[in-house]
């Protein structure tokens, strides 16, 4: 396996994977057509990527970040007819209502979400690839006990948990236009996992945390970074202050991975971010972060302009892959 793994990027991709993200209220049938525009772009047939098939995250992976009450209420909840408008204040509890509507299997949604980020970290750790690409992962709100804004568990939180048995020092960079709160509340406390967090910080925008001042506690205290941004925020502001954080940020951490939330809802057109970020302007970020030449975990995020989401995810492929996109566009 590690020899047919070896200098190659890999693809974390399953059917069923596409299939449970397919379902998502908020995100209907997007992975389809991210995956469809990365395949038909021939990207998956480059010589230097492999496809890999991750595996489902155990009850005990879940539970390494998640609380054993909403892990088990999920479980409890997996035959759940949503058909039926029996929500209890029990779920409102735990997140389960608004913005994160019980889904039809959502526990097996949950591990087998989880489990592909996990599959991608273990890559990494066991040093199988130096940079895994996972376009379904990255939902950086789900809290330990709670889920929030469209995320119902955290891959990315139980990824850097795995990945930090292995590599001594890790940053988090957060691209997506909403705050990585989950994400930095997870690590607050820690002075080996940097967050990094780029957002649109304005009245009323979710989820309305993410200040300048917000820079860890304790041990951790320094080690959470906010790079709050005004409402339509574009290409030549978002990478300039880029440029100049991350440059600063990889030269005083002397980070050993990366793992890399490319949320693509700051993208102009974006009917939640509102903002008017371009595909050159996250790209240069991307060529940025690839100079750094760590082991690196790229997930996706937000992005609620499907067709642009992909045109993004598929456009940072080729750049991790470092080849050009063809000039002939798929159908699709
Ligand atoms: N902005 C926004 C937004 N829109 C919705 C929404 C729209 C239609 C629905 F049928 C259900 C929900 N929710 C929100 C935000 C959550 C945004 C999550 C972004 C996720 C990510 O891109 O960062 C990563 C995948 N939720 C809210 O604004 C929360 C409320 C605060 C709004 C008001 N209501 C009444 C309570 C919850
Ligand atoms: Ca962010
Ligand atoms: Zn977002």
């Known amino acids: 396996m590690s020899e047919i793994l070896k200098n190659k990027i890999a693809y974390i991709y399953s059917d069923d994977l596409v299939t449970h993200c397919d379902k998502l209220p908020a995100m209907k049938n997007r992975a389809s057509i991210v995956h469809d525009l990365v395949r038909n772009y021939n990207l998956l047939s480059q010589e230097n990527i492999v496809v890999v098939k991750p595996r489902d995250a155990t009850e005990d992976e879940l539970k390494s970040f998640h609380s054993s009450d909403y892990i088990d209420l999920l479980k409890s909840l997996n035959s759940f007819d949503t058909s039926l408008d029996n929500i209890e204040d029990n779920h409102l509890e735990f997140g389960l209502g608004y913005d994160n509507v019980i889904i039809e299997n959502v526990f097996d949604f949950a591990s087998c979400l989880v489990g592909s980020s996990v599959s991608a970290a273990r890559l990494l750790a066991a040093k199988k690839c130096k940079t895994v690409i996972n376009w379904f992962g990255g939902w950086h709100h789900a809290q330990r006990d709670s889920a929030a804004g469209f995320c119902y568990?955290?891959?990315?939180?139980?990824?850097?948990?795995?990945?930090?048995?292995?590599?001594?020092?890790?940053?988090?960079?957060?691209?997506?236009?909403?705050?990585?709160?989950?994400?930095?509340?997870?690590?607050?406390?820690?002075?080996?996992?940097?967050?990094l967090s780029f957002h649109k910080y304005s009245q009323g925008f979710f989820p309305n945390t993410g200040n300048i001042d917000d820079i860890g506690q304790s041990q951790g205290k320094y080690y959470t970074m906010n790079i709050p941004l005004k409402d339509g925020v574009c290409d030549k502001t978002y990478v300039d202050i880029f440029n100049e954080v991350f440059s600063m940020v990889i030269e005083n951490f002397k980070a050993e991975a990366l793992v890399v939330q490319c949320g693509g809802d700051g993208l102009i057109e974006d009917p939640l971010g509102q903002c008017n970020l371009t595909l050159k302007g996250l790209g240069e970020c991307i060529n940025k972060i690839l100079k750094s030449d760590l082991p690196t975990l790229f997930l996706g995020g937000g992005g609620y302009n499907f067709p642009n989401t992909a045109r993004l995810w598929a456009y940072l492929t080729s750049l991790i892959l470092k080849t050009d996109l063809s000039n002939d566009i798929p159908d699709t």
């Open 153 to 195: 568990v955290n891959d990315i939180v139980i990824a850097i948990q795995i990945m930090s048995k292995f590599f001594d020092k890790i940053i988090y960079v957060d691209l997506d236009i909403h705050h990585g709160d989950g994400v930095q509340n997870a690590f607050e406390y820690s002075s080996k996992i940097l967050t």
